[in-house]
């Protein structure tokens, strides 16, 4: 059964950083893109990063370039999301998401908090 389980979100202080996972099982990873989205409390669901399958290529949201790092590890199975600088404003549940054959597969997501 194919799966998608985030982990590494909590509360952290404004500037501070957070390196978010999604583990994947069921499948490899390794033939597909991922991204990683997020969802502010009375917003919709945003696009914060995606990923090819290589790894060779990157895409992130005006909101969060230059702060935050989308990578893999395909021997892993994983994906990551670093996080740095973080603002008031980033505060979201944070999920990865994958499509597979026209059907989008998403976590359950991680809560990141920023806040003083």
């Known amino acids: 059964q194919l799966q998608l389980v985030e982990s590494g979100g909590g509360l952290v202080q404004p500037g501070g950083s957070l390196t978010l996972s999604c583990a994947a099982s069921?499948?490899?990873?390794?033939?597909?893109?991922i991204g990683w989205f997020r969802q502010a409390p009375g917003k919709e669901r945003e696009g914060v990063s995606c990923?090819?399958?290589?790894?060779?290529?990157?895409n992130y949201a005006d909101s969060v370039k230059g702060r935050f790092t989308i990578s893999r590890d395909n021997a892993k199975n994983t994906v990551y999301l670093q996080m740095n600088s973080l603002k008031a404003e980033d505060t979201a549940v944070y999920y990865c998401k994958i499509g597979v054959l026209g059907t989008d597969y998403w976590g359950k997501g991680t809560l990141v908090t920023v806040s003083s």
């Open positions: 069921g499948f490899t990873l390794d033939n597909y893109g």
């Open positions: 990923i090819s399958s290589s790894g060779g290529s990157t």
